[in-house]
């Protein structure tokens, strides 16, 4: 191979170190991304936008998360979901959302099942409602506070389980005498 001429070279068959084509589709590797998923399987989801240079009149409701960047002028209902007022955002109207958190500027009520965040550099103009408010340090907020006190669902179960608890000891007891008179009390016998 070092000391060959010219003529041997040309003379020997040139060896592929590619495979045949039919071994190709054999090793045919996946492809290194996963395959597209509906959005109802994906485990988080991306927030809908509404853009820097959108403006909207009227109001929005939804189920979504929702990332304001741009301007709306009327109310936002989100009561499951989550709603970003990122720092180019202005809200003008009422917000309902399960957590609100504004980096730019809202004037109107905002109420939130869960929490409220109001970040540094942020402008909240309205009354505020929510179990689990928060205002940063150099934040504007003029208006009203409300926390909410959201009752946890073991309480909702507790009555029952003392009402049960009851029936025993109620049964224990023996059962007293009917009295004659009903406006006279019931004779207690030691015995």
């Known amino acids: ?10 003379d020997t068959p ?5 495979p045949a ?3 190709m589709r054999d090793t045919y590797a996946a492809p290194a991304y996963p ?3 509906s959005i109802e399987d994906a ?5 809908a936008v509404i853009g820097k ?10 189920k979504e998360d929702l990332l304001v960047d741009g301007r709306v002028e009327g109310d936002i209902d989100l009561p499951e979901n989550r709603l970003t007022v990122g720092v180019g955002g202005h809200v003008e109207g009422g917000v309902k959302a399960r957590e609100i958190v504004v980096y730019g ?16 550099n942020a402008k909240v103009i309205g009354d505020l409602r929510a179990s689990r408010p928060v205002i940063e340090d150099e934040a504007y907020f003029k208006g009203n506070v409300e926390t909410i006190r959201v009752d946890p669902p073991k309480q909702a179960a507790r009555p029952a389980a003392v009402a049960a ?21 019931p004779e207690i016998r030691r015995g």
């Open 1 to 10: 191979m070092w000391n060959r001429n010219k003529k041997e070279e040309d």
């Open 14 to 18: 040139m060896r592929s170190t590619a």
């Open 21 to 23: 084509p039919e071994t």
């Open 35 to 37: 395959a597209r998923r």
């Open 43 to 47: 485990p988080t989801r991306a927030a």
């Open 53 to 62: 240079s959108v403006v909207v009149t009227g109001e929005i409701t939804g």
């Open 105 to 120: 500027v809202v004037h109107g009520n905002m109420e939130a099942g869960e929490r409220v965040e109001i970040k540094k």
């Open 165 to 185: 608890a009851a029936v025993p000891v109620a049964a224990a007891q023996p059962a007293a005498a009917p009295a004659a008179n009903p406006g006279t009390p």
